[in-house]
């Protein structure tokens, strides 16, 4: 089994890329130095797990990337857990998970997606990948990309930021519901959407960070 911080660094570069994925970037995001994250690269890279280019950037292998995503799956199936079993809020599912990501066994994995029913979204809306590193869900797109006039439905929120998790649930803004892309105000650099026949502004800030599927035919 791969260290915790082998795991947390694959995940993050998966997060962060697909592709030439800075060293201050992942050491931000993981909240290391940079001269840590520069001697974990390299440690990756002689396991064949990471290509490095100097100057550019890390990208995951293909094995690297089967790794990272097998983290992202434990991480995904163990928040839809906690949630429906011990209805934990939507804001402590990160931390939780994380908390508990790394100690899961493939035996007991397994046996927790089978008993969800093998799920296809975590809580949060994202995508949980199968055994394989593969993803049902491929068409979700960002909130601030749609343009005006268009109808979409909420597929994923952010779940690694409490604060704003726990105002867009307070403001009814979560996986599943319908809402119309009324304008955008690049001057004040807001959003308007009407969800519930209200209409509400958001940040492109907050909006660049939901993800949602366009109605097609509306």
Do not use: C
């Not at 974990?40 to 797990?49: A, C, H």
């Not at 804001?91 to 066994?105: G, K, V």
């Not at 308007?192 to 026949?197: K, V």
């Amino acid at each position: 089994m791969d260290s915790i911080a082998v795991e947390n660094y694959l995940k993050s570069l998966w997060q962060l890329g697909p592709d030439d994925v800075t060293t201050l970037d992942l050491a931000q995001e993981l909240n290391v130095a940079p001269a840590s994250a520069t001697k974990m690269i390299k440690r990756l890279t002689s396991r064949g797990l990471v290509e490095h280019t100097p100057y550019k950037g890390a990208s995951l292998t293909e094995e690297g990337k089967l790794k990272a995503l097998s983290v992202v799956r434990r991480h995904r199936l163990l928040e839809t857990f906690l949630s429906q079993t011990l209805d934990l809020s939507s804001e402590q599912l990160h931390d939780e998970a994380e908390r508990l990501d790394h100690a899961l066994s493939g035996e007991l994995e397994e046996a927790i997606a089978s008993y969800l029913g093998n799920p296809t979204r975590d809580p949060h809306g994202h995508p949980i990948p199968n055994s394989n590193g593969e993803f049902s869900h491929e068409n979700d797109l960002l909130l601030s990309e749609v343009p005006s006039g268009k109808f979409v439905t909420i597929t994923q929120v952010p779940d690694k930021n409490s604060e704003m998790l726990a105002w867009l649930r307070n403001e009814e803004i979560i996986p599943g519901k319908r809402i119309e892309v009324i304008g955008k105000d690049k001057f004040t650099d807001n959003i308007i959407i009407e969800l519930d026949g209200s209409k509400k502004r958001l940040g492109f800030s907050v909006a660049k960070n939901i993800h949602v599927k366009l109605e097609v035919n509306a």
